[in-house]
């Protein structure tokens, strides 16, 4: 229902994952796809069409975002109200092709999921409500619904937890991918029955032969030298950020990486279909900080796939990290990965694969420097315990595999 962008590299993993899970639990099954990014998805993929609320208020001006969200309402309201009243076919009572063609989609499905990974919070509020009436529209439908593995929470507003809970309540399974949203869904009121834990999808992402995307064809020279990745990005503005996180982590590699020993690959992982995202920006500006005095190169500003990036990172000697998905994608390949978190869902998946000490909150990054020494000293026995704790958590994708197959088969 919300496949979103794969040229945001984690978005593209929850798609292809998601896919894949799916596929184990119903095999031979056919998929509709419902994103906000059609031209890029449709690249891979087939049948893929613009969500029911179309890419929102996105490239909107004030004026029109305003407007936009009053008929977005309206649309809304009307809907709930046919829902409770005249039971008038949804798709007669749409305002534009986005929305006719999602309920047609809809209807047309056996099972509905989503994998946006993360809605259900405090911090992205205005859309919140917009998703909430998707799913629960979805339902109404007579259709069986699957949120799956999700951050859940910060959700502390009591309007919020109300709405959240009435729209959701008779979905059929709802998934957290960490302790804390799983206890949030509890604390929500929700049955046991429909609810479950299980690590990010993402840790299945299977990558392709080093032959084929070589890490080290990025460097002209020296390219026998072991490669650090580095993945930053701008935080959304919902989340409130003190600290000159840029410099502390590049005088953090400044301070204990030999440039005789290493290249840097930089590797933005949230990209635009025209021009440059913020986070490519300010991976820019941190290629030339480094370029002073390291051997530094960035990827190309462009889609990445799940399978190439993540062939990418498998070479790495080590990885470090301000995103949720490439660290998953890290993780899947045992690479060590510190990752500066801004958001329990990263110290969450971190805590899932025993790197909690790896996990560096934005108060406390100013620890980097030691923590890039531990894991320069410790890699091999780092990659080998991260191995063993994704094995173990990958049997909750197996336990996940299971509760789906009683869904679909009403059991």
Not at 77 to 97: A, E, H
Not at 274 to 290: I, W
Not at 314 to 327: G, K
Not at 344 to 354: A, D, L, P, Q, S
Request: one cysteine or more; aromatic letters at 12%.
């Amino acid at each position: 229902l919300d496949a979103l962008s794969s040229i945001h590299v984690g978005n593209g993993v929850l798609l292809e994952n998601s896919i894949a899970l799916m596929q184990k639990a119903i095999p031979d099954s056919e998929f509709s796809i419902l994103s906000m990014d059609k031209k890029t998805n449709e690249i891979i993929y087939n049948d893929v069409n613009y969500t029911m609320f179309g890419v929102f208020w996105r490239g909107k001006g004030k004026v029109k975002k305003v407007l936009w969200i009053v008929l977005h309402v309206l649309f809304v309201f009307i809907q709930i109200v046919n829902q409770y009243t005249f039971k008038i076919d949804p798709v007669k009572l749409s305002f534009n092709n986005y929305q006719r063609t999602a309920f047609r989609k809809i209807k047309e499905s056996d099972v509905c999921i989503s994998i946006i990974g993360e809605a259900i919070n405090d911090n992205f509020y205005q859309a919140l409500y917009f998703w909430l009436f998707k799913y629960w529209i979805t339902m109404r439908l007579g259709k069986k619904f699957i949120l799956l593995p999700q951050s859940i929470g910060p959700l502390n507003n009591r309007i919020n937890k109300f709405f959240v809970y009435h729209f959701l309540k008779k979905a059929d399974l709802l998934v957290a991918r960490d302790e804390k949203s799983f206890e949030k869904l509890k604390e929500l009121g929700f049955k046991q029955k429909q609810i479950a834990y299980s690590i990010d999808v993402g840790i299945m992402q299977t990558a392709e032969a080093a032959s084929r995307y070589p890490v080290n064809a990025y460097f002209n020279e020296h390219k026998e030298r072991k490669v650090i990745g580095l993945t930053l990005s701008k935080f959304p503005s919902e989340i409130k950020v003190d600290v000159d996180y840029l410099s502390i982590i590049i005088n953090g590699i400044r301070k204990v990486v030999n440039p005789d020993d290493f290249n840097i690959l930089i590797m933005p992982s949230n990209y635009i279909l025209d021009g440059e995202s913020n986070d490519y920006k300010l991976c820019k500006k941190a290629k030339h900080l480094l370029s002073q005095d390291y051997n530094v190169e960035i990827l190309p500003n462009r889609v990445f796939f799940p399978k190439e990036y993540t062939t990418l990172l498998s070479q790495l000697y080590f990885f470090i990290s301000t995103r949720m998905h490439v660290t998953i994608l890290a993780a899947s390949q045992y690479i060590p990965t510190l990752a500066v978190s801004s958001q329990h869902k990263i110290t969450g998946f971190m805590r899932n694969i025993g790197q909690e000490e790896l996990a560096l909150q934005l108060d406390e990054i100013d620890r980097i420097a030691d923590k890039i020494e531990y894991v320069i000293s410790n890699r091999d026995d780092i990659s080998l315990s991260i191995k063993n704790n994704v094995i173990e958590q990958k049997k909750s994708l197996e336990e996940l595999v299971k509760r789906i197959q009683k869904v679909v088969n009403n059991d």
